[in-house]
């Protein structure tokens, strides 16, 4: 499974708190992904790095923010968390710019009330 | 931007029959288009993937076609199986940009009926 884990795997929050989730990976790829998933909508990118300290927003990205400062972990962070949130967060990676393939982790299913 | 439209959204095929799902997109610019398996609970996992240099490729029961000039690929399962039941996602990325950015269709709910 490449080598990806993540953290929590269930959360269950309140409208209006912060939440944070992990992704670490220990295959040491340069880019890392955030994605949410919605019935009807697939996999939707929310966040990407391609470094340390380098990241970039993707298609679904209010609301959002997102932190690398080593290479095995990757930070999504809601400010502020809303019901419309509430999804199956997954991260994903790939290992360079020549490397397509993107592997992902366990997934992190998040309820906020 | 890429959009990936994916058809159909259930697909219902009895055991041994063959399965086929269509993606079409909108950027000439993409390259690469993996299909991504689903099961329950679980991660999606590559099965195939093709590239914009290739028309074909096969993998046992599974192939990929790709008509670059129409701007569609599809997956083909042959002789499928009970645990060919999942949901199949196809995606697009294109050839520049910083990061490799993947644009996912909405995916397919295969059942595989014995």
């Known amino acids: 499974d490449a080598g990806i884990t993540q953290s929590p795997r269930h959360k269950v929050t309140e409208t209006g708190t912060p939440v944070t989730l992990r992704c670490h990976q220990t295959?040491?790829?340069?880019?890392m992904y955030w994605y949410r998933q919605d019935p009807g909508h697939g996999l939707r990118l929310i966040h990407y790095?391609?470094?340390?300290?380098?990241?970039d927003k993707g298609e679904v990205s209010d609301g959002y923010s997102v932190s690398r400062s080593k290479t095995e972990d990757f930070l999504l962070t809601l400010e502020s968390a809303t019901s419309s949130q509430t999804s199956v967060y997954f991260c994903?990676?790939?290992?360079?710019?020549?490397?397509?393939?993107?592997?992902f982790g366990p997934g992190t299913r998040l309820l906020v009330l | 931007g890429e959009n990936v439209e994916q058809h159909p959204s259930t697909l219902s095929v009895q055991e041994g029959d063959s399965a086929v799902i269509k993606c079409t997109y909108s950027d000439s610019a993409s390259n690469y288009f993996p299909w991504y398996k689903q099961e329950l609970g679980k991660r999606p996992q590559l099965i195939i993937d093709i590239r914009s240099n290739v028309g074909e490729k096969k993998d046992q029961r599974i192939a990929v076609t790709l008509n670059k000039t129409a701007k569609h690929f599809s997956l083909h399962i042959t002789e499928t199986q009970p645990e060919d039941s999942a949901v199949y996602f196809c995606?697009?990325?294109?050839?520049?940009?910083?990061?490799?950015?993947?644009?996912f269709g909405s995916g397919t709910q295969l059942t595989v009926l014995p």
């Open positions: 295959e040491n790829h340069r880019y």
């Open positions: 994903a990676i790939s290992r360079s710019g020549g490397e397509e393939t993107q592997y």
């Open positions: 790095s391609y470094g340390v300290k380098d990241t």
């Open positions: 995606a697009a990325r294109r050839s520049s940009g910083s990061a490799r950015q993947l644009t």
